[in-house]
């Protein structure tokens, strides 16, 4: 990198915020994605005017720039695909405003999730979206990704909580869009931005909902000696419209991964567990709970299992957030996929998935927020073996084609960044993207603030046989 | 546009496209009028592609297009800078995609809420948008406008519930965003800058949403307070509470005796509405403020509801807390709630020189903005009514009793004092309904903010020949 632009930052930052020499780049080469993009430089702002300051250089010195927060995003949104300089808002984490009256509060993109909620928790409030990362994402890093989690069933995804952004533009302008009222006038330019994923600007401030904590919380296991039983029971709670607060789903396979690691209490004889949280007024919490059991029982479950306490809450959900490190201490290597369906299509969705797992000759475990019809299959495989690799990536292409064909999406919560952009077209015509790439061009005229995401690179293939190199090399190796 | 001219521009559309009927006659056209601004033809459009290949034509023709659906919210917005060409989306008003047990919904834009209504009240689902015109209005135009309503509160606004959407953009590009499932972060969400653009940016041809069950059971409350300080300090004990009811609105005294005031005919609105606004629930005559509640949910929800509002209220020192007994037994045919819906029209028709400000504020500032606005209209001397949504929006209108020049000066004056002090309580205020007079002299949508930039920015995407709706919105975009 142009020892010219690391002296500018290190006038601008200090030296203790900006990290150039190899052995310090190598750190922030991965994220959660496992993705692999060496930065050129990684500088520490702990302000606006920092921000606005490095946007300045890195034009200047006509640089790529990233944004980056925790770092644990799932589809390489934080990585420097073209190198540059890697902008990582750990420092900016401080909670500006907690205004509990209006329910908002004001926060540097730094400030981790649950801090948030630890911070309102004395009020009675919380912050809604709860990506499983939650215990170390950033706020800016879900604003950028639009990340959900599995209460997003019944309180939405971080595009709902969201109402004010402050940002840099690729030029340096800062702007402030959308505010603490419900609405602004004018476009909705906070809901553009939003899931931009890093592409429009850099954020600086965030204006965020909170929402008050439920009175009740009932927490829900029902075991299911017969597989297609649990997505049936999904699809018929949701036919009846009936919405927990969150709905997942693990297949036995999987259960049993989590069993033998955390512990959560998951029957290993059982071929799937729906854990389903019910939240809200007491008296709405009871006459749900009550049409929950009903809904189980009509669909064969074995048993529904009430957790007594917080305990047993917070035990089974450490089963749930916990499967993937459960997954990674059984295979070689294994590969997360997200993707979403209708979920009337839960039942035949799990079955191809099934048929594919077979036609490659692998494990797929299914673990995932069932009641939105957001897909996570697990697919175990061995990265030195080639060949498996080859056909692992295979196989998921077919599982993605079959959630896009079933009229669902590619990404219902990770985002596409580098590891879904060749397989946009699927879902977009090039007329689409081109409007798409437009936007981006509005704001980010020359590509340089987060290049090489989000859209194909390779123009001309009307149809994607192969997976782009993106997705192979996301591929875990544990 | 001389009368030649556009004599030859009808013909010439009428070759291509789908002319309405009743393009050529001029009391057809003058129902498409835009603030006094009559268009030279009318298009009907059977399809997206139809509505792409138009709005080429008008791109390479340079026209000025204004889309529309119902046509009851034309007077929302300034006044257009050209206009030759109403492209009329009524047409395309099928259901292309119901999945009640998905919960899911794919319809064209020019769909009829009340037609689209009934068809998911048969599935016991509706969509949360309660539009005023609702008997008129189209999905495509809702949202164009983003017509507010009491079940945000609840609900949240179509920008929670709106999954994707087609749509063509101002140089005839069919394009979308979005998807049909209910989770879904694939792409850029350029639908969500089409929600309140007021067709500047592309004509909507397609949405898809998320649906939602009706509750079993659903009861109205409505407390009365001696002044409005003391109605929005119970409001906002509610918000506190554990409770969650599906609407909290405080009706001022003289939004309360317009709404009880109504003529039965030419609103629309069910006959027994007067019935409903007896004098036990809110009083033609009082000086009260009173707070329309909606709980909803099983029966056991609203009987807390029942309990807990009335010791709240109690608390709160009502003057009077009632429960609607008759909506109990028809909540779906509730008039209360259909009039507060149909506010801003109601308070539109009640005055020729109607002014409305649509005023999105903290819940904190709202008491002190509603009652600057209510001694500055009274100072003025002009009749006014104001609603607060606890969502955290006001409608304020002041409804002078004539529409002379004198008034719109007046108008004129009350007008940017309002803007002021909305502007220093943090608020964001617009016009949503003025007379042309006053729209001529004030801006309708506030003073400038620094994100105008952006907004030509993201205009300049979707339109940069300037085809669609030139004028009518922020900033003269």
Known sequence: ??????????????????????????????????????????????????????????????????????????????????????????RMNHILEIDAENRRAVVEP???????????????????????????????????ENAGGPHTLAYGVTTNHVTGLEVVLPDGQIFRMGGKTAETPGYDLTGLFVGSEGTFALITEIIVKLSRKPEAVKTLLAVFDVIDDAPETV????????????????????????????????????????????????????????????????????????????????????????????????????????????????????????????????????????????????????????????RAVAASGEIMRHCVESGGALTGEHGVGMEKNELMPLMFSEADLDLMRQMRAAFNPDGRLNPGKLFPLGKSCGEIRVMPAGIASRIVAS | ????????????????????????????????????????????????????????????????VIPCGGRTKLGIGAPPARYDVALDLSRMNRILAYDPRDLTLGVEAGVGYRALSEVLAAERQFLPLAPPFADRATLGGILAADSTSPLRQAYGGPRDFVLGMEFVTGSGAQSKSGGRVVKNVTGYDLHKALIGSLGTLAVITRVNFKTFPVPPIRAIFVAEFADC?????????????????????EVSPEAARLLSSLPEQGTGLASNLSKALDERVCSPFTERWSVVIVAAG????????????????????????????????????????????????????????????????????????????????????????????????????????????????????????????????????????APLALKRRVSVWGPPHEDFELMSRVKKVFDAAGVLSPGRFVGGI
Not at chain 1, 2 to 20: K, M, Q, Y
Not at chain 1, 118 to 138: E, F, I, M, N, W
Not at chain 2, 53 to 64: D, I, N, S, T
Not at chain 2, 396 to 417: F, I, M, N, Q, Y
Request: charged share 25%.
């Open chain 2, 1 to 64: 546009m001389n009368t030649g001219a556009a004599t030859s521009l009808a013909e010439k559309l009428s070759q291509r496209f789908t002319a309405a009927p009743s393009s050529g006659d001029p009391g057809a056209l003058a129902s498409y009028e835009v603030d006094c601004v009559r268009p030279a033809a009318i298009v009907q459009p059977a399809d997206a592609s139809e509505v792409g290949e138009f709005l080429r034509f008008a791109a390479a023709e340079k026209l000025a």
């Open chain 2, 229 to 249: 300080a003391a109605a929005h300090a119970f409001s906002m004990e509610i918000a506190k509470s554990p409770l969650g009811p599906q609407m909290i609105e």
């Open chain 1, 235 to 390: 699809a018929d709670l949701t036919g009846r419209a009936i919405t927990p607060a969150a709905c997942e789903m693990l297949d036995g396979w999987t259960l049993r991964a989590i069993e033998d690691f955390v512990h959560a209490g998951f029957p290993r004889d059982s071929a799937a567990v729906l854990l389903i949280e019910i939240e809200g007024l007491a008296e709405a919490v009871e006459a749900q709970a009550a049409q929950v059991i009903e809904i189980c029982n009509l669909h064969h479950a074995r048993e529904v299992r009430l957790a007594r306490d917080a305990r047993e809450r917070d035990l089974l959900w450490k089963g749930r957030k916990n499967a993937f490190g459960a997954v990674g201490r059984l295979s070689p290597s294994y590969y997360v996929q997200d993707g979403v369906i209708p979920r009337t299509k839960l039942p035949a969705a799990l079955k191809r998935i099934g048929e594919i797992g077979e036609k490659y000759g692998f494990q797929i475990g299914n673990i995932f927020h069932a009641g939105d019809g957001n897909l996570h299959p697990i697919i175990l495989f061995d990265q030195r073996d080639h060949a498996q690799f080859e």
């Open chain 1, 1 to 90: 990198m142009n020892p010219h632009l690391i002296r500018e930052l290190t006038d601008l930052l200090g030296r203790d915020a900006v990290l150039s020499s190899a052995e310090d780049l190598m750190l922030y080469e991965y994220d959660g994605s496992v993705e692999q993009a060496q930065p050129d430089c990684v500088v520490f702002p702990r302000a606006r005017d920092h921000v606005a300051g490095i946007v300045r250089l890195a034009a200047k010195y006509k640089v790529p720039l990233v944004g980056r927060g925790a770092g644990t995003g799932l589809s390489g949104g934080a990585l420097t695909r073209e190198g540059g300089v890697l902008t990582v808002f750990s």
């Open chain 1, 110 to 144: 730094g400030v981790v999730n649950l801090d948030l909620s630890r911070a309102v928790d004395h009020l009675g409030l919380y912050y809604a979206p709860d990506p499983s990362s939650q215990k170390s994402c950033t706020i800016g890093g879900n604003v950028s």
């Open chain 2, 298 to 433: 099983h029966e056991s929800v609203v009987e807390r509801h029942a309990r807990e509002l009335r010791s709240l209220a109690d608390r709160s020192k009502a003057v009077q807390f009632a429960r609607d007994e008759a909506a109990t037994e028809e909540p779906n045919q509730s008039a209360l709630i259909a009039a507060l819906c149909e506010f801003p029209r109601i308070a539109q028709q009640s005055s020729a020189a109607a002014t409305i400000f649509r005023i999105a504020a903290i819940p904190t500032a709202m008491p002190a903005l509603v009652e600057s606005i209510r001694a500055l209209a009274q100072r003025s001397e002009i009749p006014h009514a104001t609603i607060a949504r606890s969502s955290g929006l006001i409608y304020a209108a002041l409804l002078p009793t004539s529409d002379d020049g004198a008034t719109v000066e007046h108008l004129a004056r009350a007008s940017d004092e309002i803007f002021r002090v909305a502007a220093e309580l943090g608020a964001r205020a617009r016009i949503e309904s």
